[in-house]
């Protein structure tokens, strides 16, 4: 069974900054892409960022300059640190992780999410 749990939502003012963590845990034998997804209210999920398992990066329109996503691979762990945050930025984040648990194909697993609310 593999988990992944978030971590450091909140709420900040409108140019703030917020680090969101995320840990992969359980059977967790290979990690590959992980990523970042939010959704706003009454919006559909969109993506935020990716990185590989290499560390190259990927990221929306709407968040480049402003977030960072990084990894530590000996910790299973993901982060998006956020900076110039706008009230557009409101929305649960979502972590998302393709992971094997042994000698099959990675399967899609996501977090629970955390809330971030920007206020102006």
């Known amino acids: 069974q593999v988990r992944l749990v978030e971590a450091g939502g909140g709420r900040v003012q409108s140019g703030g900054s917020l680090r969101l963590s995320c840990a992969a845990s359980g059977s967790t034998l290979s990690i590959y892409t992980m990523a970042w997804y939010r959704q706003a209210p009454g919006k559909q999920r969109e993506l935020v960022a990716t990185i590989t398992s290499g560390g190259s990066t990927n990221y929306a329109d709407s968040v480049k300059g402003r977030f960072t996503i990084s990894r530590d691979n000996a910790e299973n762990t993901v982060y998006l640190q956020m900076n110039s945050l706008k009230p557009e930025d409101t929305a649960v984040y979502y972590c998302?992780?393709?992971?094997?648990?042994?000698?099959?194909?990675?399967?899609?697993?996501w977090g629970l999410g955390t809330q971030v609310t920007v206020s102006s």
């Open positions: 998302n992780g393709q992971i094997a648990s042994g000698l099959g194909r990675p399967k899609n697993y």
